[in-house]
C-alpha cells in the first residue's frame, strides 16, 4: 500500500501563490489516481482536484477551476496541487489521497490511502 505525506502549506496573503507537494512511498505511484481534498474549521472535508493514474486527465471543483492546477510525477512518486490567486476562503487543511481505481473522482470514499495534511492559511 503506498504513504502519502504534504508538504508545502503555509501562511499567505490574498492574490498569492502556494504549491503542495504529496510524497508517495511504499508503491509505485503510476498504479494510484490522486486527488486533493480540504477541510476548513468547522466544515466537511471537501473535494479539490483530482487526477488520472496516468496523469492524463484532471478534474476540479469549481471554486478552484482556474486557479488551482493539479499535476503528478509518476518517475519522482510525487503529486502537486499549484494555487494561484488565493483567496481567505481557501484557508483550510489539505490532503492527498489516492486509490487504484481508473478514472477520477470527486468522492471522498472512493480514495483508500490519506496523508496527515497540510495547512493552508490565506490572510485578507
Known amino acids: 500500500q503506498v504513504q502519502l505525506v504534504e508538504s508545502g502549506g503555509g501562511l499567505v496573503q490574498a492574490g498569492g501563490s502556494l504549491t503542495l507537494s504529496c510524497a508517495a512511498s511504499?508503491?509505485?505511484?503510476?498504479?494510484?489516481?490522486m486527488g486533493w481534498f480540504r477541510q476548513a474549521p468547522g466544515k466537511e472535508r471537501e473535494f479539490v482536484s483530482a487526477?488520472?493514474?496516468?496523469?492524463?486527465?484532471?478534474f476540479y471543483a469549481d471554486s478552484v477551476k482556474g486557479r488551482f492546477t493539479i499535476s503528478k510525477d509518476n518517475a519522482k512518486n510525487m503529486g502537486h496541487l499549484q494555487m494561484n490567486s488565493l483567496k481567505p476562503e481557501d484557508t483550510a487543511v489539505y490532503y492527498c489521497?489516492?486509490?487504484?481505481?481508473?478514472?477520477?473522482?470527486?468522492?471522498?470514499?472512493?480514495?483508500?490511502?490519506w496523508g496527515q495534511g497540510t495547512q493552508v492559511t490565506v490572510s485578507s
Open positions: 487526477i488520472t493514474r496516468s496523469g492524463g486527465s484532471t
Open positions: 489521497a489516492a486509490d487504484r481505481r481508473v478514472g477520477v473522482t470527486p468522492r471522498r470514499k472512493d480514495y483508500d490511502y
Open positions: 511504499g508503491s509505485t505511484f503510476s498504479n494510484y489516481r
